[in-house]
């Protein structure tokens, strides 16, 4: 049943996607929060495949501490299932930052090109850290909210990667508060797993981390501290043996 489940909801996927990428192409004219919205149906059209075909159910925890005002989300990275998810469910739009060549990638590539999100070009080295800043304050004055993966990859549950001070950098200079964002996707979906379990996923946000006054390491500190302290109550198990 877990392999015919997984083959179903890869066929759901594939037979989903590409139509939805031509039709990003259609609408590339139109205004880009219109565009984000018609482009975020297919991560939402994912999010409710999951559910249905492999049993993921998920629900918010802390959903108080969004503000109705600027932020950067700061997160724990375990799977794919978070990267569709957050299109989908946020209260505001968000803009992720991730590598430039992710505009090649067939299909899912095109759509996430069209989006104004902030790309980085990493042959420039220092230089594109300034562009994330550049393009990080514009998003921010639209009103969108940047959100940025600290550990940079997805890390197994029960795991810590290194914080990396990218997203607090980027609080900082533009004097951004920060949300933490704790979860425990990656139970049910775990790193290149072709199989997934079925479960809940509990998705944990934490009050907003003032950045203003801080030094981005004593932020990123912060951030790393609540979202960590905030996975041992989400699986506690996983952290018994440690």
Not at 79 to 94: G, N, Q
Request: a positive charge.
């Amino acid at each position: 049943m877990p392999v015919l489940r997984a083959t179903l909801y890869l066929i759901f996927l594939t037979i989903t996607v590409i139509p939805y990428a031509f039709a990003c192409v259609l609408w590339a004219p139109l205004p880009w929060r219109w565009r984000y919205r018609l482009t975020a149906g297919w991560p939402r059209l994912a999010i409710w495949g999951a559910r249905v075909i492999l049993g993921i159910r998920w629900r918010i925890k802390g959903a108080e501490n969004f503000p109705d005002g600027p932020a950067i989300i700061l997160s724990k990275h375990q799977s794919a299932w978070e990267t569709l998810f957050f299109p989908a469910y946020m209260p505001r739009e968000v803009c992720f930052v991730y590598k430039k060549e992710l505009h090649r990638v067939p299909f899912f590539g095109w759509g996430l090109a069209l989006l104004n999100m902030i790309p980085i070009d990493r042959s420039k080295g220092r230089d594109a850290f300034e562009q994330v800043v550049s393009e990080g304050q514009k998003r921010i004055n639209e009103g969108r909210w940047p959100l940025l993966f600290p550990e940079g990859t997805r890390i197994a549950p029960g795991k810590t990667g290194r914080y990396k001070l990218g997203g607090a950098l980027l609080a900082t200079r533009t004097g951004t508060g920060v949300i933490p964002i704790a979860h425990n996707a990656g139970e049910c979906w775990p790193r290149n797993a072709f199989i997934k379990k079925p479960g809940l996923v509990t998705l944990s946000v934490g009050p907003m981390i003032e950045s203003k006054g801080l030094t981005a390491d004593v932020l990123n500190k912060k951030v790393q501290e609540w979202i960590e302290n905030e996975m041992r109550q989400l699986n506690p198990e996983r952290y018994e043996s440690l």
